[in-house]
């Protein structure tokens, strides 16, 4: 499966081994991994909320966008839901091209949109008190720089 | 029509419910958002401001002047935090 959301934890080395081997013919892989930050005065925990359904469909269109523009062996999304602590693994994505400058592009890429195009919404405990994590104009600004 | 509207993060928090099933004439996503503001004050508390809401008609982005014909699912969010 190219795109995943799920509530259980992932194997970074496991997944991005399995991701290479499957890349016949690329001679480069490059993966970005997301984990939940810590805050001033510590983080209890933080739940990720999505839109079932929706969020498959955003996420399967987004890797389609990116395999569309650069010349890429494969693209891989995962992206976690429920309950998190600090340090865990938030979400991979992993591309696999010939050279590495499409593999790079293309994390970045597929990065800027699951951002603020995928339906996800974090929300952050401190102590007894809990917010949501609001949305940041430098990620919405990071989308205009894909925009033709 | 019938419609399944559905709610997340702080607008299912302010409205209290995470989806209904709404019999609706309006035309409009925001003949729909003025209907439902009109309701109660959760939820006009809810669409006090449209700039920080999304909209989905079945579930792809869409805009508040999108028209409602043939549309099954509306969901209502703010900004999306993914990654």
Redesign the interface.
């Known amino acids: 499966m190219t795109v995943r959301v799920q509530e259980e934890l992932f194997d970074l080395g496991a997944e991005t081994a399995g991701f290479a081997a499957r890349a016949s013919g690329a001679g480069a892989v490059v993966t970005f991994t997301?984990l939940v930050r810590d805050v001033p005065g510590g983080l209890s925990g933080m739940e990720i909320?999505h839109?079932p359904?929706?969020t498959e469909?955003?996420l399967t269109a987004i890797r389609a966008e990116a395999m569309a523009r650069w010349s890429l062996a494969d693209a891989l999304i995962i992206?976690r839901y429920g309950q998190l602590r600090p340090g865990d693994l938030?979400?991979m994505v992993a591309t696999a091209s010939r050279h590495r400058a499409d593999a790079f592009a293309a994390a970045e890429f597929l990065?800027d949109y699951?951002?603020?195009?995928?339906?996800?919404?974090?929300?952050e405990r401190v102590g007894s008190d809990s917010a949501?994590?609001?949305?940041r104009d430098e990620?919405?600004a990071a989308l205009s720089r894909w925009q033709d | 029509m019938i419609l399944d509207v559905?709610y997340?993060?702080?607008v299912r928090e302010r409205i209290g419910l995470p989806r209904e099933r709404i019999e609706t004439k309006a035309p409009t996503v925001a003949a729909l958002v003025a209907e439902l503001a009109a309701r109660e004050d959760r939820y006009a508390a809810a669409f006090a401001d449209l700039s920080a809401l999304r909209v989905?008609l079945d579930?792809?982005?869409s805009d508040f002047d999108a028209p409602l014909s043939g549309v099954r699912e509306v969901?209502f969010?703010?900004?999306?935090?993914?990654?």
Not at chain 1, 132 to 135: H, P, Q, S
């Open positions: 997301g909320e839109y359904g929706m469909k955003a992206h938030i979400m990065m699951l951002k603020s195009r995928a339906p996800f919404w974090k929300n949501w994590v609001a949305a990620d919405e | 559905l997340f993060a702080w989905a579930q792809d982005l969901a969010f703010p900004p999306m935090t993914g990654g």
